[in-house]
């Protein structure tokens, strides 16, 4: 939607555009989405709008990755406990194999069986699910603050983007109203007048 909208203000910006901030894994079509939903909110209507609306997109896409990031550190400490961590030892000296594989099933949350399976073979071998996670927060708790920073700067970038475009705009009312051409009001005369007698002149001497 937003690319054949702006075709029609500029073909730079258009391939701008194309050039979507994606990293590996991440969906073009659910970028364009967002994008999309923001350009019809803000409703754009100069070059330099466009390009605002263009940053309140990237940075709002940045908040959704740096999110699911912080989610992924976590889970990817926890597989690798259960992978190869002193809980994997435990498993695989009790010949359970799937553990790891059932975990990456489960942190989908597209099958909720999935992790109660694995919280059963967990606990048969004093092993607890919330325990392994709390390990893995805690080995990645540098990391995830520091992605709290890049969370911060990305709120700051897309706040500030909506603060210019706001002040853009209430600039433009301004000056749109200062050009407006003054009505001069008209002189209404009584519809029932037949003539005006002039003011007689005053007499001399």
């Not at 705009?169 to 009505?183: A, D, F, Y």
Request: aromatic content about 6%; overall charge negative; hydrophobic content about 40%.
């Amino acid at each position: 939607m937003a690319d054949g909208i702006i075709a029609k203000q500029s073909p730079q910006l258009t391939a701008l555009l194309k050039r979507t901030p994606l990293c590996v894994g991440e969906s073009k079509a659910q970028y364009e989405q967002l994008r999309d939903l923001i350009f019809a909110e803000i409703n754009p209507g100069s070059v330099s709008e466009y390009m605002l609306a263009c940053d309140i997109a990237i940075a709002e896409w940045e908040l959704l990755r740096l999110h699911g990031v912080k989610a992924g550190i976590v889970n990817a400490n926890a597989y690798y406990e259960l992978d190869s961590g002193s809980a994997s030892r435990l498993l695989k000296e009790a010949e359970v194999w799937d553990a790891p594989e059932l975990f990456r099933k489960a942190s989908s949350g597209e099958n909720p069986n999935n992790l109660e399976k694995l919280k059963s073979i967990l606990e048969r071998h004093n092993l607890s699910l919330d325990e392994i996670t709390s390990k893995a927060f805690e080995k990645s708790i540098v990391t995830q603050a520091q992605i709290e920073l890049l969370v911060n700067s990305a709120f700051r970038r897309r706040d500030t983007a909506y603060a210019e475009l706001e002040r853009r705009r209430t600039n433009s009312r301004k000056q749109l109203s200062t050009s407006e051409p003054k009505q001069i009001e008209a002189v209404v005369v009584d519809s029932d007048t037949t003539s005006i007698v002039p003011d007689e002149p005053a007499p001399v001497g």
